[in-house]
């Protein structure tokens, strides 16, 4: 038996009773975990709807949780009225009798605070990958060539190298000198 049929044969056997839990999960680098009757799963996908239909706006700064936050009282209504159906399905059922009002709000409640949640998570990424391109640029911009690189060498290369071409620049310059002379005499 693998690690995978062990998480999922409880799972399994539950869903084959009509208990399945249904859980909203992100496994990095949080968790959120919300368990709840598979009977109002259309109730919490229309809320979760909602929330994940707002538009987003990238702008080059970390405010995703503050976007995620305003997401929540722009869904009241519609949290409100899958509240008020999830009540009403759970009521219709013995199976259910210890779910209140109250457990049914503080699960939409608990749906909307994992959205806020990821909006929060979403700006820590947001700010590492700022946080590391920055970084990079900043090695690169202290490691980077500086323009043209010339190549410094001891005095003592220079005066070596001075004197091995110093004849041959002293027998041009004659020669030029020369060259010149005969062009002035010739006029």
């Not at 239909?53 to 899958?82: K, N, W, Y």
């Amino acid at each position: 038996m693998t690690s995978l049929s062990l998480i999922l044969a409880p799972l399994m056997a539950l869903q084959g009773v009509g208990q399945a839990p249904v859980a909203i999960a992100n496994d990095t680098p949080e968790t959120w975990t919300l368990e709840y009757p598979r009977l109002i799963q259309p109730f919490v996908e229309d809320y979760r709807r909602c929330l994940s239909g707002r538009m987003r706006q990238v702008r080059g700064e970390a405010d995703f949780e503050i976007q995620h936050r305003s997401d929540v009282p722009s869904c009241e209504e519609v949290s409100l009225q899958a509240q008020d159906a999830a009540t009403a399905a759970l009521a219709g059922r013995s199976e259910y009798s210890d779910y209140s009002a109250d457990d049914v709000r503080e699960i939409f409640e608990h749906i909307g605070r994992i959205h806020i949640a990821r909006g929060a998570d979403l700006d820590q990424q947001f700010t590492f990958f700022l946080d590391r391109s920055q970084a990079a640029q900043e090695q690169y911009e202290e490691n980077k060539p500086r323009g043209l690189v010339l190549e410094l060498h001891d005095a003592s290369v220079v005066k070596a190298r001075t004197d091995a071409t110093a004849e041959a620049a002293e027998a041009a310059h004659q020669r030029r000198e020369q060259e010149t002379e005969a062009r002035g005499a010739n006029d």
